[in-house]
């Protein structure tokens, strides 16, 4: 089966750091993207991994371990927009994307 | 300006009643779908489709319908058959995620039952 786990809410304070974990077990894998949903909104992509590895994008970085089915979101220099949720998903040999339930990070002053 | 654009924004449905959603890109995208998202939820998928006038179920499909008469366009029938349709509806396009290429969201429809 397919699964994809993150953990439900986090909180952190501004000017943090801050880590979301994600899990996975599919069929099959391409990639993973790493998206950012503020409520009653659509989600924006924030990254993609395919290879082994972190990908630096300001202050937003995104871990990958392919062997062992694990990537990790990483928040630097938290500011109070960055209270959101954050959605873990993967392209697993289908035309489809798999989402994980999100985390929902909030942060405060 | 491209992008993906639905509407309308919020959706009320009265018991029995069947409503569709529109949704419509000018990205040019060969992919098109339609999750689901319920409050504090992830996003569930629908239904998809990878071509004109062709389309697959997602996970959740019983109680909706699609069509994809036109690349452009993809919109989703909530029928009188989904018992629980309140949520949050998004459609999303992509060249092809089988290649790398990320999914482009629309902005979203509320959908309420009255």
């Known amino acids: 089966g397919q699964n994809i786990d993150q953990p439900t809410e986090m909180t952190a304070t501004e000017g943090a750091i801050v880590q979301i974990n994600c899990t996975y077990q599919?069929?099959?894998?391409?990639?993973l993207f790493w998206y950012q949903q503020h409520a009653g909104e659509a989600p924006t992509f924030l990254s993609y991994?395919?290879?082994?590895g972190l990908e630096e994008k300001g202050r937003f970085s995104s871990f990958l371990s392919r062997s062992k089915g694990y990537s990790y979101l990483l928040l630097k220099e938290l500011q109070m927009k960055d209270s959101a949720s954050y959605l873990c998903a993967v392209s697993a040999n289908t035309d489809k994307l798999i989402f994980g339930t999100g985390t929902r990070l909030q942060v405060f002053p | 300006d491209g992008g993906i654009t639905q509407s309308p924004k919020y959706l009320f449905r009265k018991e029995g009643q069947n409503v569709t959603l529109s949704c419509e890109q000018n990205l040019n995208h060969d992919a098109m779908y339609w999750y689901r998202q319920d409050p504090g939820q992830g996003l569930r998928l629908i239904y998809y489709s990878q071509i004109v006038n062709d389309f697959q179920k997602g996970d959740i499909a019983e109680g909706y319908s699609v069509s994809r008469e036109k690349k452009e366009s993809f919109p989703l029938t909530v029928t009188s058959a989904q018992k629980n349709p309140t949520a949050f509806y998004l459609c999303?396009?992509?060249?092809?995620?089988?290649?790398?290429?990320?999914?482009?969201f629309g902005s979203g429809t509320q959908l309420s039952v009255l």
């Open positions: 999303a396009s992509t060249p092809g995620l089988r290649s790398g290429e990320k999914l482009f």
């Open positions: 991994n395919v290879l082994d």
């Open positions: 599919t069929s099959g894998f391409n990639g």
